[in-house]
């Protein structure tokens, strides 16, 4: 098999809502290189590698504490491998 | 026959309110910020408070400490309120269920009778200061300018009565329902010496004409008061057979943690603002070391009555 030499993409996609515009503009924040699409009810979140969010930033953006736990909540699709979903960080990319 | 399903977007012609979009651009935007920013009138007063001439009715000159843009300050648990409500709702829920609890089964009054004393004679009567500050504090929701502070304000406000409530629930459960140590905290509170010197120090700072050194006053108080009464006492109450009392003052700490949120960032606010930091700084330092020295000797005295009841803590 070859090197990919493009990073492979993945993607969240989140429900649009009042609830979950801090956490989107938290995953902006710690994400430079995403790009953000807006469908009726639903933001595709997509980025090359990897998406990381922080639950600091999230909570930061929302005013109260939030576990991480609640992007359950949020979350309607996405692309990757969940890598790592501890108490502070969820990380989504492609491990292979 | 064959249906081809489509969806099509519309665009909404603006995507939040104008006071919103003048700051930030036309961007969706939360409650908070639809709901607060530039929000209290600024212009075209028609009168004049007439009781004080050189002011408006909304002005920033009710006190001593600026702010270049008075939105330069934002609650960091952007409450509005819903949230607001919501969050103290659930704060009362848990109070109310750890109180049934110990009502149930008369924790409260099973307390060693030092405890039971202290909790008589030094915590209960403090719902009084908690009405004091709630005075204070509300006069900062009048004065203060711009919405987010005058906000946080008027909900910390509220809180006292919150906390005085709880304390009165506290005394209650503690006479068996009955209203005798709420009768004895009064009297405690105008004549027992040990709370002479928090009452002379309240019932002075609600004079003071500057609101936000009156709050900051009162700040000075509960950040000696809280921890040392609240948190400090939590080890001595579960080793000394008076676990009730901690089970009660874990509520008093939690609010306190909640209302550092908005007065640290306030703080912050003022000390960094871009025209005024070194003003404001200035004018900080003297409230600090004029109410932090009073505040210190009323809470020392608070603090002998409690080593009188329940023996050195310190």
Not at chain 1, 14 to 33: C, G, H, T
Not at chain 2, 13 to 38: C, F, H, M
Not at chain 2, 153 to 162: L, V
Request: proline share 4%; with cysteine; net charge negative.
């Amino acid at each position: 098999m070859s090197v990919p030499t493009t990073r492979r993409q993945v993607g969240i996609d989140l429900q649009e809502s009042e609830e979950n515009r801090p956490l989107i503009e938290a995953i902006r924040q710690d994400n430079p290189e995403l790009t953000i699409r807006h469908l009726p009810g639903l933001v595709k979140l997509q980025s090359a590698g990897q998406i990381v969010i922080n639950r600091e930033t999230v909570e930061e953006h929302l005013g109260r504490e939030w576990d991480t736990g609640e992007f359950q909540l949020a979350i309607v699709s996405y692309a990757g491998n969940f890598s790592e979903w501890d108490d502070d960080q969820i990380i989504v990319k492609w491990e292979h | 026959m064959q249906y081809e399903l489509r969806y099509q977007v519309i665009e909404p012609k603006r995507q939040t309110y104008q006071n919103v979009i003048d700051r930030l651009g036309d961007q969706p935007a939360s409650r908070y910020l639809e709901g607060t920013l530039d929000v209290e009138p600024r212009e075209n007063f028609h009168y004049r408070p007439t009781w004080i001439q050189d002011r408006e009715l909304y002005d920033p000159r009710y006190t001593a400490l600026q702010l270049t843009d008075a939105y330069s300050f934002l609650d960091p648990r952007q409450y509005y309120y819903t949230p607001y409500v919501t969050n103290r709702a659930a704060a009362h829920d848990e109070f109310g269920k750890t109180l049934a609890y110990l009502e149930k089964r008369e924790l409260l009054a099973k307390m060693p009778a030092q405890w039971r004393d202290l909790v008589a004679s030094v915590v209960v009567p403090l719902r009084h200061f908690e009405s004091g500050a709630q005075l204070i504090t509300v006069n900062g929701a009048r004065f203060a300018y711009g919405t987010s502070l005058e906000q946080c304000c008027t909900y910390a406000a509220f809180d006292r009565i919150g906390n005085a409530q709880m304390l009165s629930r506290v005394g209650i459960a503690l006479a068996n329902g009955t209203a005798d140590v709420l009768t004895g905290a009064k009297s405690d509170w105008l004549e027992a010496a040990h709370l002479q010197p928090l009452r002379r120090l309240v019932e002075e700072i609600m004079i003071v004409d500057d609101w936000a050194e009156a709050v900051l006053a009162v700040d000075a108080v509960d950040q000696l008061l809280y921890p040392k009464l609240y948190a400090g006492l939590d080890e001595a109450a579960l080793l000394g057979g008076a676990g009730a009392y901690s089970l009660v003052s874990q509520h008093f700490t939690s609010w306190f943690a909640d209302q550092r949120k908005w007065l640290d960032a306030l703080t912050n606010a003022w000390q960094s603002d871009p025209e005024h930091a070194d003003a404001n700084t200035a004018v900080l330092q003297q409230i600090e070391q004029t109410w932090g020295a009073r505040a210190q000797e009323a809470v020392d005295t608070i603090d002998a009555a409690i080593n009188a009841r329940i023996g050195d803590q310190s």
